[in-house]
């Protein structure tokens, strides 16, 4: 029988060890007095008759920790240092026996309530849930932390380093070498000056100037360092944006107007005009920015990133956004100062950054600024899937809005939409490959990966004339996620039919969820209807690969800081859907990876942490086990060389790769693999 493979991604799920040591640590000093007198009688005396140099506090946080032991010597942590030179083999295997002995199950279950109770009170989700099935599984099968962050994730390589998101990360694990970001491309041309070249920049700049029209930006307010929100947008795209058009082309800065998308998202609720230090606060720091270039008055409209940046295709949202642009619809505000207050009142009713109504900024003569026939409009936001909706409306491309509308299973109606309306398109790069046809110019073109995995291996069973064929599963919001992205940015494969792609609608409007900050009130999402839906299609035995997103940790994990219980209870959801799904895959004969595509919910934060996940690698015989040394780590992009060798093809598929642009080779950023086979 040939192998099968089933990797489930649980989407924004990392880990923290750090703080999870501290969580351990806190919970032992705060055990009951006979709590602690039983672990120090029926526990550490068996551990330190074996192990007399363990303190009862590291025989706790060995004893009750629920990662497996081999992550937490990662050379940038170091939190066990008390074990070197220990046979960590033999401390696992005394652990494992004193926890099945009957005699301690029940104090077990009240210490594990106390580490509970301890994780809530530190605001960590991970362990404030209750997850046996994925605790078990990552003890039980070779586990190994995942780096989804920084240049491993296709990012510049800055400190503090480019957060992950679920974009880069199914790229990244879409691919067998590291997948490069656009942003990263962008940089790097800054870098070497040819951003200040770029034929498309310079014809968009030079068509405002030219014509004297107004030359309008969009731009997410977020991305001035790596940690703050640097995924939809980087600040220093746009510091040399303008320093091209207001400087070296001469633009007149009164033609000059920023729509002003706020984050919150990627970085604090607040960020647009709280600051910490040297961070956020960025409406004051655009503010600054344009008063560098006597362009101070440019602000001209505001809108939150739920409304502006929609991806679910929600027509309300598009609309809102259209006609804050087009028409100058929103909260007015006189001016600078009158937006910031309007932005706090939002605050004050715990309405954030993400969710700000459109906010109209009159110019310095009270003018409300609208889009103009024959105007430049100038998207400066990279991420593909939040700006496809926006500027198809501008373009005004109805079928294509149509079609992917009906896709979540939607219809426009398209009443609000100018007919009239011509704009001159510019965008940073490609949203989507059918926006050019209705006449958006991209600045930057999108390549599909060269070492896609799915596009290879699709061709390599062609050629071998073996049979194949791969199933992709996620719920509407991570849609593109399990499709385009996944695909190295491919909208298709050359060879459909190896694909079977199913999508289970996300909640809408009609159960209460207008925006992905409502997703509280769901935390179950639609994780058991992926798991049905996985379920039925494993049983065809039609799969030689499934592939199966659960979104529910990122989704809610944006929204831990406000809503803390349903993060746990959407933690405890896809931990039951785990169950059901690894259960069945396994009696099917399936190889299972475990991973994840970047962390979120392990951080008390509404944004995506720096944290590593965790990839566990589960088979059905035993057989498998890690080829890494334990402290190190592996990367989203090796995961799919495991994959080629659970199907024996690495060495076949390594011979047939696209040449490896020299920098990836230099940066040590080629995929391994990093599993070997004990039997087969």
């Known amino acids: 029988m040939e192998p099968k493979v089933l990797e489930i991604v649980i989407d924004g799920y990392g880990y923290d060890p750090e703080l999870e040591i501290h969580i351990l640590k806190s919970a032992f000093a705060g055990l009951a007095a006979e709590l602690k007198e039983e672990f120090l009688d029926t526990i550490y005396t068996k551990i330190s008759g074996q192990h007399p140099k363990i303190t009862p506090e590291t025989a706790f946080i060995l004893f009750f920790n629920r990662n497996p032991l081999n992550i937490y010597f990662e050379k940038n942590h170091r939190l066990l240092k008390q074990l070197a030179g220990q046979n960590l083999e033999k401390i696992k295997k005394l652990l494992h026996s004193l926890k099945e002995k009957e005699a301690n199950q029940?104090?077990?279950?009240?210490?594990?309530?106390?580490?509970?109770?301890?994780?809530?009170?530190?605001?960590?989700?991970?362990?404030?849930?209750?997850?046996?099935?994925?605790?078990r599984l990552r003890r039980?099968?070779?586990?190994?932390?995942?780096?989804?962050?920084?240049?491993?994730?296709?990012?510049?390589?800055?400190?503090?380093?480019?957060?992950?998101?679920?974009?880069?990360?199914?790229?990244?694990?879409?691919?067998?070498?590291?997948?490069?970001?656009?942003?990263?491309?962008?940089?790097?041309?800054?870098?070497?000056?040819?951003f200040f070249k770029n034929p498309v920049l310079v014809q968009a700049i030079k068509t405002a100037v030219e014509k004297k029209v107004n030359l309008n930006i969009s731009f997410m307010v977020s991305g001035e360092f790596g940690d703050d929100g640097r995924v939809h947008s980087c600040w220093d795209h746009l510091e040399n944006f303008l320093e091209l058009a207001l400087t070296k082309h001469k633009l007149d800065p009164g033609k000059l107007r920023i729509q002003a998308i706020l984050d919150g998202r990627d970085c604090p609720l607040k960020s647009s005009l709280e600051k910490e230090g040297d961070k956020y606060g960025f409406l004051y720091k655009l503010k600054d920015l344009l008063t560098k270039y006597n362009a101070d008055d440019g602000i001209a409209w505001i809108i939150g990133r739920g409304i502006a940046m929609d991806r679910?295709?929600?027509?309300?949202?598009?609309?809102?956004?259209?006609?804050?642009?087009?028409?100058?619809?929103?909260?007015?505000?006189?001016?600078?100062?009158?937006?910031?207050?309007?932005?706090?009142?939002?605050?004050?009713d715990e309405v954030?950054?993400?969710?700000?109504?459109?906010?109209?900024?009159?110019?310095?003569?009270?003018?409300?600024?609208?889009?103009?026939?024959?105007?430049?409009?100038?998207?400066?936001?990279?991420?593909?899937?939040?700006?496809?909706?926006?500027?198809?409306s501008l373009l005004r491309a109805k079928?294509?809005?149509?079609?992917?509308?009906?896709?979540?299973?939607?219809?426009?109606k398209f009443k609000w939409l100018k007919e009239d309306l011509k704009l001159d398109v510019y965008c940073i790069t490609e949203y989507h490959p059918d926006l050019e046809k209705y006449g958006a110019k991209i600045v930057y073109p999108i390549r599909p990966h060269d070492h896609?995995?799915?596009?290879?291996?699709?061709?390599?069973?062609?050629?071998?004339?073996?049979?194949?064929?791969y199933l992709l599963t996620a719920e509407s919001n991570k849609s593109v996620h399990m499709g385009y992205f996944i695909r190295g940015r491919r909208e298709s494969l050359e060879a459909d039919e190896v694909e079977k792609k199913f999508v289970i609608p996300s909640y809408g409007e009609e159960d209460d969820i207008f925006t992905d900050n409502d997703y509280y009130k769901t935390p179950h999402m639609k994780a058991l209807a992926i798991a049905g839906k996985l379920l039925n299609e494993l049983a065809s035995g039609n799969y030689n690969l499934a592939i199966a997103n659960i979104s529910n940790p990122d989704m809610l994990g944006h929204l831990v800081n406000r809503h803390f219980a349903p993060c746990v209870r959407a933690l405890e959801i896809t931990d039951y859907a785990v169950k059901i799904i690894v259960e069945f895959a396994l009696k099917e004969g399936y190889?299972?990876?475990?991973?994840?595509?970047?962390?979120?919910?392990?951080?008390?934060?509404?944004?995506?942490?720096?944290?590593?996940?965790?990839?566990?690698?589960?088979?059905?015989?035993?057989?498998?086990?890690?080829?890494?040394?334990?402290?190190?780590?592996?990367?989203?992009?090796?995961?799919?060389?495991?994959?080629?060798?659970?199907?024996?093809?690495?060495?076949?598929?390594?011979?047939?790769?696209?040449?490896?642009p020299a920098w990836t080779i230099e940066k040590g950023l080629v995929g391994e693999t990093p599993i070997r086979f004990l039997s087969r």
Do not use: C
């Not at 079928?399 to 219809?411: G, S, T, Y």
């Open 452 to 469: 896609n995995f799915l596009s290879i291996f699709s061709r390599y069973f062609k050629r071998k004339r073996i049979p194949f064929k």
């Open 312 to 348: 679910d295709y929600e027509e309300e949202r598009t609309k809102k956004d259209y006609l804050l642009l087009v028409n100058g619809e929103g909260h007015i505000a006189n001016d600078f100062q009158g937006a910031a207050a309007i932005i706090q009142a939002f605050h004050k």
């Open 140 to 194: 039980e099968y070779p586990s190994i932390s995942t780096k989804t962050t920084g240049i491993e994730a296709g990012y510049e390589d800055l400190q503090p380093e480019v957060q992950g998101n679920s974009e880069t990360g199914h790229q990244q694990l879409g691919n067998l070498n590291v997948a490069p970001q656009i942003p990263l491309e962008i940089s790097t041309d800054i870098k070497t000056g040819k």
């Open 591 to 660: 190889y299972i990876i475990m991973t994840s595509d970047h962390g979120n919910i392990d951080e008390y934060s509404s944004s995506h942490s720096l944290n590593d996940i965790i990839t566990t690698f589960i088979s059905p015989a035993g057989n498998i086990a890690l080829n890494k040394e334990s402290g190190e780590r592996i990367r989203l992009f090796d995961i799919p060389w495991a994959i080629a060798e659970i199907f024996n093809i690495s060495g076949e598929i390594e011979n047939i790769l696209p040449p490896i």
């Open 399 to 412: 079928d294509f809005l149509q079609m992917q509308a009906a896709k979540k299973r939607k219809e426009w």
């Open 106 to 135: 029940d104090f077990i279950a009240r210490a594990k309530q106390v580490i509970r109770d301890t994780a809530a009170e530190k605001k960590y989700a991970v362990w404030a849930a209750e997850t046996p099935t994925i605790d």
């Open 352 to 392: 954030f950054d993400p969710s700000i109504e459109p906010i109209v900024v009159r110019d310095k003569n009270r003018a409300i600024r609208k889009l103009e026939n024959n105007d430049v409009f100038v998207d400066l936001n990279f991420r593909a899937d939040r700006q496809r909706a926006r500027i198809a």
